[in-house]
């Protein structure tokens, strides 16, 4: 159900009485002996030494970025295997084809984990192609893998330039056309490219009018649509696969999440019925990701729905279902980002609520809480089995939106009454926070960027970690420009 006014997010525990013993806040999220864990990893501990160690060996000082790469390999494999379920319940003769939309989150670490686990990959920048350059290099994008090549690339671009040369190093390098104008170079190239055509469908809209309404800058409109079809056609080195039809972002319904998909699925039947080489019905992104405790989305329920109006649709027009490609980037990698502070003091000052002040930035660290009024997981790391009070939090800026819950929010926020040695985590960040707020660069008041605490399990499940260095204050002062020192 969508969170609303009357059905406000929850983002952390509602209640003044203590966590209860092995109390489990979501499928990744779990109180154990008064501490919070995360897939098992004790967060408290890599702050606070404790006088246990769980492989860590230190400590590491507040605030900590914690990037935890099983959840990202857990969600891919999860929506496989909803999608596995869905085709054989109905009998759909189509594959599932899962590709990461990198723009969610580029670093190297997220990237490397969804080619390991045997993701497609989708982009839409020229740097975008540099990276996948580097992991074809690596080995790990490897030729089965469809590169699918989004975003504006205009004819003298060096996007469309990386695009075509890309071409030379992989060979399932899909181009998805935002304009006519994209089609000249890749004629031009003299290289063979099997292309994409993605249509004006974003907004939520239940007919082919509404659609072609829309006031939207992506796509083109049906006349485009089939005018590009044609010019593909008639050029010998271009080849039409795949049809794209991306209706929005964090999706809340799946019901009507399929049905803003099927006019864009009408129009996919019409174009395979003249072109038999379109086999590809990519939906985009909009795939939802849990950022707070009460989301609920039925993703198996969305397969089905999606598969079965595909299956129905394409009976109709008599031609066969296609493969099914969905570009997920805030499903694949909300969950596996969190940004752990330390509460530096509470101030009561006459405030509605108590004030409890963090050393760092929320609004720079995920701006989407500040900027969208975007709501995040926000628990505490240790003493949840001490009372509660309700309070507000100020991030170390002197900035008055620098707050959580975000101002607008109806949502209740509660901590721990004891805030002796209080460590706190924002969870379910890991999808575009990261890439808004800028990697390295100056930030608001000028707070250095945080540690990055990289963590991993084995084979056998035995945790691994690695540190990224966050900034120190001579990064900060030379990025200004101060470069004599103090
Ligand atoms: C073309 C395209 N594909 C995929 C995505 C990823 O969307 P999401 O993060 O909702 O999965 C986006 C996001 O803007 C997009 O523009």
Redesign the pocket.
Known sequence: MAETNNNPAVIGWEETTPVPDGYEFNDYLKEEDGRLRMDGLDLAQVLHDYGTDQGFGRTLPSPLEIIYLPLIRRQIRRMRDYFDTAREEIGYAGQFLYAY?S??NAAEEVVRTTLGVGAHH?M?STIDVDIARIMIARGLLTPERLLIC??FKTADSQYMENIIRIKDAHDLVIP?LEDLDELSPLINSGKQFEVGI?QKTYGHNLTAEAMEAVNSR?GLNIEQVWKTAEYIDASPGLQLRLY?A?V???MADEGAFVDYLRPGMEVYAQLRQRYPSLNIFDF?????AAMTLNFQFDYLAFAVGLLSALQETCDRYGVPVPDVM???????TAAHGAHLFQVILEKDNGSNLPWYIIDGSIMTSFPDSWALSEHFICLPLNNLDKPFQQVQLGGITCDSDDVYPPKKSKSALFLPVDTERLTLGFFGIG??QEMLGGVRGSKHCVLPEANELLVDRDADGNLQFNVIRGQTNIDVLNNLGYFDGV
């Open positions: 939309a723009k969610a989708e839409s989004n975003g998805v993605r992506f794209h991306m929005g972002s964090q985009g992104g909009g795939m939802p969905g570009e997920l980037g805030r499903y694949t999808a575009y």
